[in-house]
C-alpha cells in the first residue's frame, strides 16, 4: 500500500497539482469573467424591473422576433432583471438564426457592449476537466483522477495512526515538519477529497461510460435526444390529431407569462417557444436561479411551466412543492455537490479553501517524496539517477509554482493584448500554456532552491500588482469598485493581494528554511561508557 500511495500520487501528484489549482479557482469563474470583460463602472445601482415591467419588455421581443423571424422553429427570450440589463432575443431558422439584445422600454437593437473579448474564468473549469485538450485531455483528467481515489484509499490504510497525525504538528524540524504538514492537510480536507474526486467522475458517468445508453438507444450520439423529445411529445400532446398544425400562431406570451407567474416562486427568466415543423408547438417559461445563499436545499435548479402554443393550456408544471423521486435526484445532487450550486457564497469560499488545502496536500506529497528519495539514493536509475531526479525537482516547482504563475499572467494577458487582437480568447488560453512551459523551463536551468525562491517572488509580485495593472489599462481600480458596491470584480483583487501575500511569506521561508532532510535520531550510549 505504500508503495502504491507513493507512486499513484508521484506519477499523478504534477498534473493534479495544476488540476486542483484550477478547479479551485474555478469556483469564483463569475467573479472572474467579470473583472477580465472589464465592462464600465455602472454610475447608478440598477433597480429591480417590476412584473408589468418585464411583461412589457416580453411583448417588446414577440414583435422583433415576428417581425424578423415569424418562420422559426425556435424563439428564447431571455427577460431583463434591472433597470442596466438588455433584453436578449435568439431565433433559429432554416435561413440562419437571429440574434440581437434590444432595449426593454423601446424594443431598439442596442450597440455591442463595451467588454472585452474573453474567456474568462471559463478557462480555468475547461482545463479543470479537460485540460483544453479536448478528448484526449478530458480521459488525461479520468485516469488522474482514479489515481488520486486509489492514493486516497491507501493513504488512509498506510497512515495507520491517522488521528494521532492530524494532532502532531513539529515545526522546525525539517522533512518531518513538511510530513506533519502533509498528513494534517489531508487528513482535515478528506472528507472533502473523497466527495470532489468522485462527484467529478460520476457527474461524466455516461462519458466514461457510454455503453449501457449506446445498447439502449445505438450508437448515434443524437438518439438519445430525439428519444426524449419523442417521448416528452407523446406525454404533452393533449390536443386532438386534426389540431395539430405545423407553425401554429404561437398564443399571447404576455398573459402566459402571467399565468406561469402564479405558479413559480421566482421570476420569469427565460421564454422558449418551440414550433418543430410535427408535433405540438410549446412554450416554456423558466424562472430566475433560486437564490443559494437563503436556500436549504441542495438541489436549486429553476424550476418551468410548459404550456400549449395554440391554446395556453398548462401542459406540465414543475413548481417547487411538486412530489420529487430519490432516483431522479441522484445525478444532479452529485452535480451540485461538484459544483457547488448551493449553499451560497459561503460555501464557495468553503470550497476555495479545502481546495487550496488539497492543492497543498498534493504538492507537499510530491516535495516529501523528492527529499526523502534523494537521500536514500541507491542509484537506482544508475549513472542517470541524479538526472532523474533533478527533472523531478523541476516538475515539482513547474507543477505548483508554475501553474500559479500561469493563472496570473492568464489576467495578465487578458489586460495586456491589443483589444482589436482576432481569436483574442485563445491568445489568452496561450499566454497560460507559455508561461507555464517558461517555468518549467526556468526550473530545468535553474537550481531547486534557487528556481524556487524565485518563481514565488515573480507570483506574489504579479499578484500584488494586479490591480494596479487594471488601473492603467482600464482606468478602473479597487477604490471604485468598492464605491460602486461591485463586490464581485473587487473580491478577486483582494484575493489575488491576499494570495500574494502568502507567496510572498512562502518565498522568504523557502530562502531562510528550506526543505531539509529530517535529522537522524542520535544512538544511545551504552550504560558506563566513558566519555
Not at 24 to 46: C, D, G, H, K
Not at 53 to 71: F, K, N, V, Y
Not at 253 to 260: D, G, M
Request: charged share 15%.
Amino acid at each position: 500500500m505504500s508503495w502504491l500511495h507513493t507512486w499513484c500520487g508521484l506519477v499523478c501528484g504534477w498534473l493534479l497539482c495544476a488540476i486542483f489549482l484550477t478547479g479551485t479557482l474555478s469556483v469564483f469563474r463569475e467573479p472572474i469573467t467579470r473583472w477580465m470583460e472589464a465592462a464600465p463602472l455602472q454610475l447608478q445601482q440598477p433597480s429591480d424591473l417590476s412584473e408589468a415591467q418585464r411583461r412589457q419588455a416580453l411583448g417588446l421581443a414577440e414583435q422583433h422576433l415576428a417581425q424578423h423571424a415569424p418562420d422559426a422553429s425556435l424563439w428564447r427570450i431571455q427577460l431583463p432583471q434591472t433597470t442596466a440589463d438588455g433584453l436578449q432575443v435568439f431565433a433559429r431558422s432554416k435561413r440562419g438564426n437571429v440574434q440581437a439584445a434590444l432595449d426593454w422600454q423601446t424594443g431598439e437593437t442596442l450597440a455591442e457592449p463595451q467588454t472585452r473579448s474573453t474567456e474568462g474564468g471559463r478557462h480555468f473549469m475547461s482545463f479543470h476537466y479537460s485540460l483544453q485538450g479536448g478528448i484526449a485531455g478530458f480521459w488525461a483528467v479520468g485516469l488522474v483522477s482514479m489515481c488520486m481515489l486509489v492514493a486516497l484509499v491507501s493513504g488512509v490504510i498506510v497512515h495507520r495512526r491517522i488521528f494521532q497525525d492530524f494532532f502532531t504538528f513539529r515545526p522546525g524540524k525539517g522533512q518531518r515538519s513538511w510530513l506533519d504538514a502533509h498528513n494534517a492537510s489531508a487528513v482535515l480536507t478528506l472528507p472533502f477529497l473523497f466527495m470532489i474526486v468522485y462527484t467529478g467522475l460520476a457527474h461524466f458517468y455516461t462519458s466514461y461510460m457510454p455503453w449501457p445508453l449506446q445498447s439502449v438507444y445505438g450508437q448515434d450520439r443524437s438518439a438519445y435526444s430525439r428519444y426524449q423529445e419523442a417521448l416528452n411529445a407523446k406525454v404533452m400532446n393533449t390536443r386532438p390529431a386534426d389540431a395539430a398544425v405545423a407553425k401554429p400562431v404561437v398564443a399571447d406570451l404576455a398573459s402566459l407569462h402571467l399565468q406561469a407567474q402564479r405558479l413559480l416562486s421566482q421570476p420569469v427568466v427565460f421564454v422558449i417557444v418551440q414550433r418543430p415543423e410535427q408535433g405540438p408547438a410549446t412554450v416554456r417559461m423558466l424562472e430566475r436561479q433560486p437564490d443559494t445563499g437563503t436556500s436549504r436545499r441542495v438541489l436549486n435548479s429553476p424550476e418551468s411551466v410548459t404550456f400549449d402554443a395554440t391554446s395556453g393550456h398548462v401542459l406540465q408544471a414543475s413548481p417547487h412543492d411538486a412530489p420529487r423521486t430519490t432516483v431522479s435526484e441522484v445525478h444532479p445532487v452529485i452535480s451540485a455537490l461538484h459544483f457547488v450550486t448551493f449553499g451560497g457564497w459561503p460555501m464557495k469560499w468553503l470550497y476555495f479553501f479545502c481546495g487550496l488545502m488539497g492543492t497543498a496536500m498534493v504538492a507537499t506529497g510530491s516535495l516529501l517524496f523528492a527529499v526523502k528519495r534523494k537521500t536514500k539514493s541507491g542509484h537506482e536509475w544508475g549513472a542517470a539517477t541524479p538526472q532523474f531526479y533533478r527533472c523531478i525537482d523541476a516538475l515539482n516547482v513547474a507543477a505548483l509554482a508554475g501553474s500559479a504563475l500561469a493563472s496570473i499572467a492568464y489576467l495578465y494577458g487578458n489586460r495586456l493584448l491589443p483589444q482589436g487582437l482576432e481569436a483574442r480568447s485563445s491568445w489568452e488560453i496561450r499566454v497560460f500554456f507559455a508561461i507555464w512551459a517558461l517555468s518549467l523551463l526556468h526550473a530545468l536551468l535553474r537550481s531547486p532552491r534557487q528556481a524556487w525562491r524565485e518563481q514565488l517572488w515573480a507570483l506574489a509580485l504579479l499578484c500584488l500588482a494586479l490591480p494596479l495593472l487594471n488601473a492603467a489599462t482600464t482606468g478602473q481600480h479597487l477604490g471604485l469598485y468598492l464605491a460602486q458596491g461591485d463586490g464581485l470584480r473587487a473580491g478577486v483583487e483582494l484575493t489575488c493581494m491576499a494570495l500574494g501575500l502568502l507567496a510572498a511569506w512562502m518565498a522568504w521561508r523557502s530562502a531562510h528554511y528550506g526543505l531539509k532532510p529530517a535529522p537522524r535520531a542520535r544512538r544511545a550510549a551504552p550504560m558506563g561508557a566513558g566519555t
